[in-house]
C-alpha cells in the first residue's frame, strides 16, 4: 500500500510539470490556477486513504483528468480564448460537467445562468486574468 503523502505528492508534480499553463497566463494567475488545482487534487488524493493503489487510481484517474481539464480550459479562458458566445456555452458546460466529476454528481454546484455571468466578465478588460480566476473559484466553491 502506497503512503498517502507520496500519492499526494506524486499528483502534485503531475500538475506542476504543466508548462503550457504556465506560459498561457502572467504569473500570479498561473500561480492561483495551480494553487487551486493542487488543493482540489490534494483533497481528492486525500480520500483514497487506505485504500490499496489499484483502487485508488480507478477513482482518481477520472478526478484528476477532470481537474487538468478544468485548469486548462480556465486559463484559456481567463486569457481570452473564448470570444464568441457559442464557445462560451461550450465551455460552461464542460467546466459543470468537470466540477461534477471532481465534487461528486450531488456537489451544489453554480447554475448555467450564475456561470454565464462569470464567464461573460472576460470581455470586461479592468478584469485581470487573476481576478477571474479568483471569482470562479469563489462561485464553485461557495454557490449561492
Known amino acids: 500500500m502506497v503512503e498517502i503523502g507520496a500519492r499526494v505528492q506524486r499528483v502534485i508534480e503531475e500538475l506542476t510539470g504543466n508548462e503550457a499553463l504556465l506560459e498561457m497566463l502572467e504569473t500570479e494567475a498561473a500561480t492561483e490556477l495551480l494553487n487551486w488545482g493542487i488543493e ?3 483533497s481528492l488524493v486525500k ?3 487506505g485504500m490499496d493503489e489499484a483502487e ?9 483528468k477532470a481537474v ?6 480556465v486559463g484559456n479562458w481567463a486569457s ?3 470570444v464568441d458566445p457559442a464557445g462560451r456555452v461550450q465551455l460552461r458546460d464542460k467546466l459543470l460537467e468537470n466540477f461534477r ?3 461528486g454528481g ?7 445562468e450564475e456561470m454565464d455571468k462569470l464567464l461573460n466578465q472576460v470581455d470586461d478588460k479592468n ?3 487573476h481576478q477571474l480566476i479568483l471569482k470562479l473559484k469563489q462561485l464553485v466553491e461557495e454557490p449561492s
Open 127 to 129: 478584469n485581470t486574468p
Open 80 to 82: 481570452g480564448k473564448y
Open 40 to 42: 482540489l487534487a490534494t
Open 56 to 64: 485508488a487510481e480507478q477513482i482518481l484517474l477520472p478526478r484528476l
Open 101 to 103: 466529476v471532481i465534487f
Open 106 to 112: 450531488d456537489a451544489r454546484l453554480p447554475s448555467p
Open 47 to 49: 480520500r483514497t486513504e
Open 68 to 73: 487538468r481539464q478544468m485548469m486548462r480550459s
